[in-house]
């Protein structure tokens, strides 16, 4: 059963005041099959209301706010968040599935994005540029206007934070889709917004479904940034949608991340971080490590160590944080699903064993460890999005560079190795948008730019440089004798 909430979550949020939709859809709790709510299936005529009520925010207080207003309003927002963890993480994880302490991390993290865009609002420059003789030359970093945000399931808080708290430190007034499979903490959240005073418009909430509501709200001719985090081919339908009104757009498309594992590394040290990274949120994680590259003389080490570590993970419901929660959904399930009836041929390493408890309505997968598998198989290409890692053997430091870069994507990589001049190698000709050495993730890393390349995507979210994002240059040349 959902809590109390201080809003109808079948409802949108557009200027400032929760209307009743046309439609409504239900909302599955992943780990029971419970409809929890119905909620908003949100039509392209509340888009557009959505982006009416944006660009009057912009022309009215919002637009008006000073850097230093609008940093002080994020930052009250980051308080009101941390007084309301426990309640969105029970949201994150009835809706997600997320297992509540992974949940709750994610209701800090999205607190601490508004601290970090709050500090940061008032501290972003232009430059003045030396020119003719007669002339003064400087630059205006400006918001860009009405952003769009369409958000996927898996992180809804984090993936909120990082887009809508650096749109909103620019000075853009937002519009945010979420999913249809995962929209309350997005409603909380602007609901505390304006517990926080952000003014009306500034951000407007409008659930419902991809082909409808985000199809909409990408091809709106009144948006003037789009913000995209999901599937390659659906990056590839809003960027088609950007284009044809030629706005920017940022695309997170997720990945096929590869942690590399040297002869020399702490195994100690990695283990929990070779782990973690493929089963946190049952897989269903853009930067998921979902392939390990192991150098060949430790490579039965690592497959042990790692196996062990499976069979001991829990699963279950999101309520009684387990290990490994569901999938979002029972789609979901069958995709991955689908993906391990390919996988016939590979050598199974390990399963995490399945409660007999667990509730049969429930879109759980059997958590499984594969290897060694070879490069090019479908499961060592392609993004599951599912609880399952593979194991890949390698001989040299060549090797690893080439299987590493082999797959269409190239967002996060790890490199395992007490090899400094190693280390700098890997990090220089791994291609991918963020390194980790001797680590993997960072703790989240609200601080450090974050996008991929490839089929991963383009831009750079989280860290100072999406401000850079979320506003455009302007250059001002005053000729004056
Ligand atoms: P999706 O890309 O279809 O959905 C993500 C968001 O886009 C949702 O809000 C959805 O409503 C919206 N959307 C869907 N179609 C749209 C359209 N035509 N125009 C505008 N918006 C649209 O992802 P999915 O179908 O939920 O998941 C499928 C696969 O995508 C997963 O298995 C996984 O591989 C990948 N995925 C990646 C991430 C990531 O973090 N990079 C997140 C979710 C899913």
Redesign the pocket.
């Known amino acids: 059963m959902l809590p109390d909430l201080p809003f109808d979550p079948s409802h949108l949020l557009i200027g400032g005041n929760w209307r009743a939709p046309d439609a409504t859809l239900p909302l599955i709790n992943p780990s029971t099959g419970d409809t929890l709510c119905q909620i908003a299936r949100g039509t392209p005529d509340d888009i557009d209301a959505a982006v009416t009520a944006a660009q009057t925010a912009l022309d009215g207080a919002w637009g008006q706010m000073t850097a230093l207003d609008r940093g002080r309003c994020l930052a009250r927002l980051g308080h009101i968040v941390l007084d309301h963890v426990d309640l969105l993480a029970q949201l994150e994880a009835l809706d997600v599935g997320k297992p509540l302490s992974q949940a709750r991390a994610d209701a800090i993290a999205i607190a601490r994005y508004c601290e970090f865009y709050g500090g940061a609002a008032d501290k972003v420059h232009g430059q003045t540029i030396p020119y003719l003789d007669g002339y003064t030359v400087y630059t205006l970093r400006e918001p860009h206007g009405v952003t769009g945000h369409?958000?996927?399931?898996?992180?809804p808080m984090q993936?909120i934070g990082r887009s809508v708290g650096a749109a909103l430190a620019m000075g853009n007034a937002c519009v945010l889709?979420?999913?249809?499979?995962a929209c309350l903490t997005a409603l909380m959240f602007a609901s505390l917004a304006r517990e926080a005073g952000l003014p009306d418009g500034a951000l407007n909430v409008v659930p419902?479904?991809?082909?409808e509501?985000?199809?909409a709200?990408?091809a709106h001719p009144g948006v003037h940034h789009l913000s995209?985090?999901?599937?390659?081919?659906?990056?590839q339908?809003?960027q088609k949608?950007a284009g044809a009104n030629v706005v920017p757009v940022t695309l997170?498309?997720?990945g096929k991340s590869p942690q590399i594992i040297f002869n020399d590394a702490d195994l100690d040290d990695a283990l929990p971080f070779l782990v973690n990274a493929g089963l946190q949120n049952a897989g269903?994680?853009?930067s998921a490590a979902s392939r390990i590259l192991v150098q060949r003389p430790v490579f039965d080490t690592v497959a042990e160590r790692m196996s062990a570590a499976y069979r001991a993970k829990t699963v279950g419901p999101a309520m009684d944080d387990p290990d490994i929660g569901p999938l979002?959904s029972h789609?979901?399930k069958d995709?991955v699903t689908a993906f391990l009836d390919t996988a016939d041929d590979l050598a199974l390493l390990a399963k995490t064993p399945l409660p007999e408890t667990l509730p049969t309505q429930g879109a759980y997968v059997q958590p499984r460890l594969f290897g060694p598998v070879a490069p090019d198989h479908r499961l060592a290409q392609d993004?599951?999005?599912g609880p399952v890692q593979v194991l890949i053997p390698f001989d040299t430091e060549d090797d690893a560079i080439r299987i590493a870069n082999g797959t269409a994507y190239g967002l996060v990589a790890g490199v395992w190795t007490q090899n400094g001049a190693r280390q700098m190698r890997m990090a220089k000709k791994l291609r991918s948008g963020q390194v980790f050495i001797n680590n993997y993730g960072a703790g989240g890393g609200v601080e450090l730019p974050f996008g991929g390349i490839g089929k991963s995507g383009h831009g750079r979210e989280k860290g100072f440089e999406a401000l850079y994002g979320f506003s455009t240059l302007k250059t001002v040349a005053a000729r004056h004798g």
């Open positions: 369409i958000v996927p399931w898996n992180y993936i889709k979420p999913a249809e499979d419902g479904l991809g082909l509501a985000g199809a709200l990408s995209f985090t999901g599937s390659v081919r659906t990056g339908a809003v949608a997170e498309l997720g269903q994680t853009c979002i789609t979901q995709r993004e599951i999005f």
